[in-house]
């Protein structure tokens, strides 16, 4: 993976570990979806760390060692999409996005 990508790669996982963050703190979302939110942050915080650690050569770590962080993410991913699918599919032919 080129250093550019790995550098696509951090900036987006500081933007989820930001964003999804603050998205658990937001009571008007289900409590579902703010569990959702908290593996989202607990997983890209880890990727975070993880490609930091990379692309500052960090004595005897490998990004690998923190692939865990990325099953996380994308288990609150899949809950999201599920959940916004869901939505969609069971309103009715109003639209549920400005």
Do not use: K, Q
Not at 20 to 46: D, P, Q
Not at 74 to 96: F, K, N, Q, Y
């Amino acid at each position: 993976m080129t250093m550019g990508l790995l550098g696509v790669d951090l900036v987006a996982c500081v933007t989820v570990t930001i964003a999804s963050g603050w998205l658990v703190t937001e009571r008007l979302m289900s409590r579902v979806a703010r569990v959702a939110c908290a593996f989202l942050a607990a997983g890209a915080c880890v990727n975070t760390v993880g490609i930091y650690g990379m692309l500052t050569n960090v004595d005897g770590f490998f990004y690998g060692d923190v692939w865990p962080s990325e099953v996380m993410v994308d288990i609150g991913l899949a809950t999201l999409m599920l959940r916004w699918a869901v939505r969609l599919h069971l309103a009715s032919h109003e639209p549920v996005c400005p």
